[in-house]
């Protein structure tokens, strides 16, 4: 944001402080103003230079990296799909982690600290097969599954290991019309 009325080159070479004083006093005036965007005023002692917002531009693409340096900035991401700007981070060798977005339904997920949470639940039959909201970009770390019960009846339940992958499972099991509905839990990044 440029300073308004600013005056570059004030005061000039030999020139008196005394005649140059008001563009001196406007460029202090702007530079002040636009400090003061996005940040704590001024005259807020306890505060001084605290931010009360930041606004990012969206980066087109990954910043180059800064050795010994994170970075925190903002993206169109691809999860979610549709496009929506969220905060990423990039380690000084490299490491980026997508730090926001969300999706909060019955079946949905969050990403937290660099990782992906997703939920739902479904329906059971022998085989059913499960899509998550969002497929995993890199890794699945854990998928858990717990069952809900109307009575005592036994439930078995597995997740067929051929057919896991980063965009969803097949649920096998033996189940009774008790068992409804499964929920299930995964973890990944």
Known sequence: ???????????????SL????VPIRNNLDGGFQVF???????????????HTVIHQVTQGSNPPNIAGVNQIYSKVATIP??????????????????????RALANGYVWCAGLL????????????????PVAFPTNIFN??????????SSFRAAISTGSLSTSGFTF???VDSHWTPIYWFAIGN
């Open 1 to 15: 944001m440029p300073i308004p009325n600013f005056t570059s080159g004030q005061p000039e070479d030999g020139q």
């Open 18 to 21: 005394g005649s140059s004083k």
């Open 36 to 50: 003061s965007i996005d940040h704590q005023n001024q005259n807020a002692v306890s505060k001084q230079g605290y």
């Open 81 to 102: 799909p549709g496009g929506d700007t969220q905060l990423f981070t990039k380690t000084g060798n490299g490491g980026i982690s997508q730090l926001t977005g969300n």
């Open 117 to 132: 949470f997703q939920w739902g639940n479904f329906n059971p039959n022998s085989s059913t097969t499960v899509t998550f």
């Open 143 to 152: 998928i858990q599954l717990t069952g809900s019960a109307s009575n005592s």
């Open 172 to 174: 096998q099991g033996s």
